[in-house]
């Protein structure tokens, strides 16, 4: 066992490790909260603006339908002035009837009158909603693409690197010992990271000071050195 190999194995740790960082930062960017969330408060913006369309749409019929009542009305009531005044009205009675229903439909254009301005008024305070809800979904589109842009990029980046790391490992495994790459993955299985440096006679895992002998042993490179207390390679 020499010191090259130890070196491999410990730059194999160091790409797992890369490895795994980058699969967790694929992960997120795939799943990004907050492209998702200002994907949802997009849609329900869209409904919103939606809902105040149709609404508006139909107030627009309402007042069609109103200022066509109005206008029957105002025919009627006309129509009755033209008798009054034609002097083919022959008793009093009968202009008084006439007069009562030249009054009654007065008040019911007035009426009509008061719910065309109170649909007209609820249509601008809608148009004016509406006018925001499209300001915002305009701000929030904008803001999605740039964001999904920015992810897009991301991810790109993060899955070129990947693939970077993936290739290093695989040409480092088949230079290291078939032996040696056994007993990391073994202790892989306890540990994140089963191979560690020694740093001032401790073992930089478990953070305790080993033996004079081991440290001569990991020194000689003669062989695979595990730490007498935490049980990682020691390099």
Do not use: W
């Not at 490790?17 to 949802?40: G, T, W």
């Not at 309402?62 to 200022?67: A, C, I, P, R, T």
């Not at 009205?89 to 007069?99: P, R, T």
């Amino acid at each position: 066992m020499n010191a090259a190999e130890l070196d491999l194995i410990y730059q194999f740790q160091e790409l797992e490790n890369r490895e795994e960082y980058l699969k967790q930062q694929l992960k997120h960017c795939l799943s990004l909260p907050e492209l998702i969330s200002l994907k949802e408060a997009l849609g329900r913006a869209s409904a919103d603006y939606e809902n105040c369309a149709k609404a508006i749409d139909g107030m627009k019929r309402d007042l069609d339908m109103v200022e066509a009542e109005s206008e029957e009305i105002d025919s009627q009531i006309k129509q009755l002035e033209n008798r009054i005044y034609s002097g083919a009205v022959k008793s009093f009675k009968e202009l008084q009837g006439l007069q009562e229903k030249q009054e009654s439909l007065r008040r019911k254009s007035g009426d009509i009158d008061n719910r065309a301005f109170s649909l007209m008024e609820q249509m601008e305070r809608l148009g004016k909603n509406a006018g925001e809800i499209y300001d915002q979904i305009r701000k929030m589109k904008k803001d999605y693409n740039q964001l999904r842009l920015k992810n897009i990029t991301e991810i790109d980046k993060i899955k070129s690197e990947l693939a970077e790391v993936k290739a290093k490992k695989q040409k480092i495994s088949r230079i290291i010992s078939k032996e040696l790459l056994e007993k990391y993955s073994r202790l892989k299985k306890g540990y994140k990271n089963p191979v560690a440096k020694l740093y001032n006679g401790k073992c930089g895992g478990c953070r305790m000071a080993v033996s004079l002998a081991t440290i001569q042993e990991v020194s000689a490179h003669r062989s695979i050195v595990y730490c007498e207390n935490c049980g990682r390679i020691l390099i």
